[in-house]
């Protein structure tokens, strides 16, 4: 069982920047960052495996850049130009799911299959 925690959320101003942590209790091979606005369903937004190597969806490419630690088991996600439509709750989310699975999964299909750990949630609001 891996128990994950974030922290970071926040209100800010668009072209603003946050930075969003997830500690988690152990380790696995694939992590990710997953988003749900008011009203719309559940978004993958980036996946890491355990190889450090990120993918992200479109609409955040160049502004958003996710990382890990390994040594801390701590996974981030730098957030810069943000924009009023990244508003929404912030999931880190965890999985045993080898690399190509962990980036379709997230960001090709946008679903959450093999995601058995996460993480309560931080909110992120940003303001026009």
């Known amino acids: 069982q891996v128990q994950l925690v974030e922290s970071g959320g926040g209100s800010v101003q668009a072209g603003g920047s946050l930075r969003l942590s997830c500690a988690a209790s152990?380790?696995?091979?694939?992590m990710a960052w997953f988003r749900q606005a008011p009203g719309k369903e559940r978004e993958g937004v980036t996946a890491?495996?355990?190889?450090?190597?990120?993918t992200y969806i479109d609409s955040v490419k160049g502004r958003f850049t996710a990382s890990k630690d390994n040594a801390k088991n701590t996974l981030y996600l730098q957030m810069n130009s943000l924009k009023p439509e990244d508003t929404a709750m912030y999931y880190c989310?965890?999985?045993?799911?080898?690399?190509?699975?962990?980036?379709?999964?997230?960001?090709?299909?946008?679903?959450?299959?093999?995601?058995?750990?996460w993480g309560q949630g931080t909110q992120v609001t940003v303001s026009s």
């Open positions: 989310a965890a999985g045993h799911l080898e690399a190509i699975k962990c980036h379709m999964t997230v960001v090709a299909a946008g679903t959450s299959e093999g995601f058995g750990y």
């Open positions: 152990g380790s696995t091979n694939c």
């Open positions: 890491i495996d355990s190889d450090g190597y990120a």
